[in-house]
């Protein structure tokens, strides 16, 4: 028989929180302002979201074993629908064009970033995240354009990595920590771990991460959410929209 989209994207979401083995808390809807460090950046980030629905917004899914997901439908810059998943321990912030969770009293925060890969680098890394060269994340999470650039962009990077994919997940994690700008134009260290996949030409990476000395911490929350992240391809076919 077909299966509807909903349905689909259920299966998909509590399959992904069942292979999970981080304990996270529940989150809330919360409101924020868009952009930098803090949120509070005055240049709007481009982390390459594109919602399958124009009019669609970072969205909840409640898994049947209980626990919270946020599921959404993608776009990758080559066209290919991508389901993104990941769990969320803070605060859903709704933002237009963004998927980021944050915690409203403390530096931790979790958002998804798209980038695309040329057409040189495809042969090379597709559906092999794990081959992504330090430069991919050093150009596209730490560039003047991303989440982190909007007073500069950041500087003393530095990314190793710390889990390699596998059949099963076929996402890469690796860690980073660097220097950015607040918008009181201070210095802070932080440190991210970023999980990335790769569904046609884009790289969908979830970051996730703290101050640096929050980091120890935070770590098992933070590599959490790192580990709990998907994205794959959506069936070509024989998935119908379904509509109320």
Known sequence: STMNRSDFISQFASLSLITTTACLPKNDAAFAF????????????NTGIKFRDSD??????TA?????????ELIAPDGT?????????????QSPGQIEARDLQNPESAFVQ????????????SNKAESLPKSFYADTVFG??????????PYDVSIKKVAAGDAGTATTIVAATFTTLT????????????????????????????????????????????????????PKSGLSSTRS
């Open 56 to 61: 669609a917004s970072p969205r909840l899914v």
């Open 114 to 125: 798209v980038a695309e890969l040329s057409k040189e680098d495809i042969p090379k890394y």
């Open 64 to 72: 049947f074993s209980g626990g919270e997901m946020v599921t959404n």
């Open 144 to 153: 003047s354009n991303g989440k982190f650039g909007a007073y500069g962009a």
């Open 183 to 234: 918008p009181g134009l201070r210095e802070s260290p932080r440190k991210v771990y970023i999980a990335s996949s790769i569904v046609g030409n884009g790289v969908f990476m979830m970051v996730t991460g703290t101050t640096q000395n929050r980091f120890k911490s935070q770590e098992d929350a933070l590599r959490g959410v790192a580990e709990s992240f998907r994205a794959i391809e959506a």
């Open 34 to 45: 868009d952009g930098g460090v803090g949120g509070l950046g005055k240049v709007k980030p």
């Open 81 to 93: 629908i991508a389901l993104v998943t990941f769990e969320a321990p803070w605060p859903l912030l």
